[in-house]
């Protein structure tokens, strides 16, 4: 096993095998944890026996999970006094284990929690096992929730996982599909790491590191390649990493919207915007750029970000485009069969406006019709 302390956490992130949660959970004297664990994973015996061991396990829950649905299934929970949450699965298998420990933690129900904040009170001590291989919630503080035709974020420093196993034997039945949209949340979230108004030089290190190794191993691992699969798992923690401080921008903003409304995938749709915004961002200039006052430091970071892909924006966006392609996936809204009119409104209604502030360039909604358009119908 090989331990290292995160700098930005100070906390411990352990790459262990699942054959270790028990030890894992006697260092942090967890007793009675419940876990959220995504149904199809019980066909790998480790988890299994897991499961069956655990005081209580949850298997029922959707895709970006809303705070009605934890709170259903918190009474469960309750009942039988949890200490802890073990979230196995996907990032919404680890959103839903977050907010349940923040729910059952502080006794709060969560819509107060999105309003007010923790007020110092604590979620209940997480462990993450992700098994996709570009979540990064295991390395964040926040848990996307969808409430109400709207994606809001909890964050509070209890929601960090106490312990965070990276075993890359889970991610062998990943489908090749799940294995792609993961793939590339992981990759856009570095990239907008990189030029986030956010960012901060640790966040700039993971973001790079990231990047460059998904840019290396995504193609074999999503094809199915063991020793890609395990590099994928640890480049899409440490872009989980790199959001964690830095936070993600507007190809997250306005992915939020194709996920609600038209049900894409959470890392394919960030995917349909990130070439919208290598070549939106490209235009950044002092009297465009949503923080002034760093506008040199954007400008270079925002170079940089295209870089990892290619020398201009308009190539990088082209090598984006074809990356998803050639990885099976649709690249625009038309590959994705929605209707451009439809798209707009959708993102004029509800995209995420804290992530949208966090682009270097300002967007205004006068923005969006173009930017629609060029989400739609790209070579
Ligand atoms: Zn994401």
């Given amino acids: 096993m090989d331990q290292t302390r995160s700098p930005a956490s100070r906390r411990p992130i352990r790459r262990a095998a699942i054959a270790e949660l028990a030890s894992i959970r006697q260092s942090l004297r967890i007793h009675r944890p419940g876990i959220i664990c995504d149904p199809a994973l019980t066909t790998y015996p480790a988890i299994d026996a897991i499961c069956q061991d655990a005081i209580w396990t949850h298997h029922e829950f959707q895709p970006n999970p809303s705070p009605e649905a934890i709170h259903s299934s918190a009474t469960e929970f309750r009942r039988v006094d949890i200490d802890a949450v073990i979230a196995i699965g996907g990032g919404s298998s680890i959103d839903f284990a977050k907010a349940l420990a923040a729910h059952v933690g502080t006794g709060e129900r969560l819509t107060s929690l999105l309003d007010s904040g923790f007020g110092g009170q604590q979620a209940l001590p997480i462990i993450a096992v992700p098994t996709t291989i570009g979540t990064g919630s295991e390395a964040t503080t926040f848990a996307a929730l969808y409430d109400r035709g709207l994606k809001r974020s909890l964050d509070d420093p209890s929601l960090l996982p106490k312990a965070v196993i990276l075993d890359h034997l889970l991610t062998a039945r990943l489908p090749a599909t799940q294995a792609a949209d993961s793939a590339l949340d992981a990759l856009c979230q570095s990239i907008e790491s990189l030029w986030s108004i956010g960012a901060t030089p ?59 409304r038209f049900g894409v995938p959470h890392g394919l749709a960030v995917a349909t915007w990130l070439p919208v915004m290598l070549e939106f961002n490209s235009g950044l200039t002092r009297n465009n750029c949503a923080a002034p006052i ?17 020398p201009t924006a308009k190539q990088a966006a082209a090598r984006f485009r074809a ?24 993102v004029a209604e509800s995209a995420d406006p804290h992530r949208m502030g966090n682009n270097p360039r300002l967007i205004t909604p006068d923005d969006l019709p173009a930017l629609v358009q060029s989400a739609h119908h790209s070579p």
């Avoid at 990885?327 to 209707?339: F, H, M, S, V, Y």
């Fill in 202 to 260: 640790a966040s700039m290190r993971y973001a790079r590191r990231a990047a460059r190794c998904t840019l290396r191993c995504i193609e074999s691992a999503v094809a199915g390649d063991t020793t890609a699969r395990r590099a994928m798992l640890h480049a899409a923690h440490y872009a989980g990493r790199a959001i964690n401080l830095s936070k993600t921008t507007a190809a997250h903003a306005l992915a939020y919207p194709l996920t609600i």
């Fill in 294 to 310: 760093h506008f040199e430091t954007l400008r270079s970071n925002v170079i940089e970000a295209t870089s990892t892909l290619a």
């Fill in 323 to 346: 990356l998803v392609r050639r990885l099976g996936r649709p690249a625009t809204l038309a590959e994705l069969a929605i209707n451009p009119e439809a798209a707009l409104q959708a």
